[in-house]
């Protein structure tokens, strides 16, 4: 499947907004909405990174083997899950361990300090990501989760 990117501006001026369009229809991957002035941001590091995803992920991916998590806060555990399930998708790697990844970094964010447009970015790219990689994606266990079925409505509209 091709993935075509683009970026577009934030309420924050000094950062972008990644999005990935992919799958069926143009669908979007958002990648970089968090830590945008509320709660406990991730570490400025890894939110440069989100902006890269548009145009490099390789490089996103070969940055975050390097992540030592000493002296970050506890939202970088899940946001590094999060980039990598990005980057990896947005790769070409639409394989069951890619959606796992995801799933997981979306477990590990519900107990994150997370906003709630944060925790509605991940659980639209999740939605993406379970149509796009599962064949009988309707049966998805995670689609039984309130935000997650709030994403699946706006993404069918």
């Known amino acids: 499947m091709a993935v075509r990117l683009t970026s577009k501006r934030t309420l924050f001026p000094s950062r972008t907004n990644s999005t990935l ?3 069926q229809g143009g669908a979007r991957l958002q990648g ?3 830590g945008r002035g509320e709660l406990i941001p991730p570490s400025p590091d890894l939110l440069d990174l989100a902006d890269e995803l548009n145009s490099d992920p390789h490089r996103v991916l070969q940055q975050l083997k390097q992540i030592s998590f000493r002296e970050r ?3 970088d555990r899940p946001f590094v899950k999060y980039l990598r399930a ?3 998708f947005q790769e070409g790697d639409q394989s069951k361990t890619t959606l796992n990844l995801m799933r997981e970094a979306y477990r590990d964010a519900q107990t994150a300090p997370l ?3 944060e925790r509605a970015e991940m659980a639209r790219n999740l939605v993406l990501m379970i149509r ?3 064949p009988d994606w309707e049966r ?3 689609l039984k989760d309130p935000q997650v079925q709030t994403a699946l409505v706006e993404e069918i509209r």
Request: no cysteine; glycine share 4%; proline share 14%.
């Open 21 to 23: 369009l992919a799958g």
């Open 32 to 34: 970089s909405t968090w």
């Open 73 to 75: 806060p506890a939202v």
């Open 86 to 88: 990005l980057a990896r």
């Open 115 to 117: 906003t709630p447009q």
């Open 132 to 134: 796009d990689t599962e």
């Open 140 to 142: 998805d266990p995670l």
